[in-house]
């Protein structure tokens, strides 16, 4: 089994900047494929970001991309997730899901451990 636990979300202005982090335990997710996803009150969880094992390739939302950076620290056992220039739209819980298969997925169904999650607040 493994376990994820986000941190590092919180309340922000519209333009500023956030890291999350999602440490894992119980195994290494050196060989996962991890991913980032957020759900906003109402709505269905969305894919974010996404990163390969090996860190080759990253993929992400058209809403996100060249604002958010996502990176792993398999050392660490942790994967990030910078945001900057930060939207209200941004709003949400933000989750960090780990699939054992190293195969690209923007599909929330195809990761098998999920973290509780971190709220991520941006105000205008």
């Known amino acids: 089994q493994v376990q994820l636990v986000e941190s590092g979300g919180g309340l922000v202005q519209a333009g500023g900047s956030l890291r999350l982090s999602c440490t894992a335990s119980?195994?290494?997710?050196?060989?996962?494929?991890m991913g980032w996803f957020r759900q906003a009150p109402g709505k269905e969880r969305d894919f974010v970001a996404a990163?390969?094992?090996?860190?080759?390739?990253?993929y992400y939302a058209d809403s996100v991309k060249d604002r958010f950076t996502i990176s792993r620290d398999n050392a660490k056992n942790t994967v990030y997730l910078q945001m900057s220039n930060l939207e209200p739209e941004d709003t949400a819980v933000y989750y960090c899901?780990?699939?054992?298969?190293?195969?690209?997925?923007?599909?929330?169904?195809?990761?098998?451990?999920w973290g509780r999650g971190t709220q991520v607040t941006v105000s205008s």
């Open positions: 119980g195994r290494t997710i050196g060989i996962y494929f």
């Open positions: 990163v390969s094992a090996g860190a080759a390739r990253t």
């Open positions: 899901a780990a699939r054992i298969l190293n195969i690209a997925t923007r599909t929330y169904e195809n990761y098998e451990y």
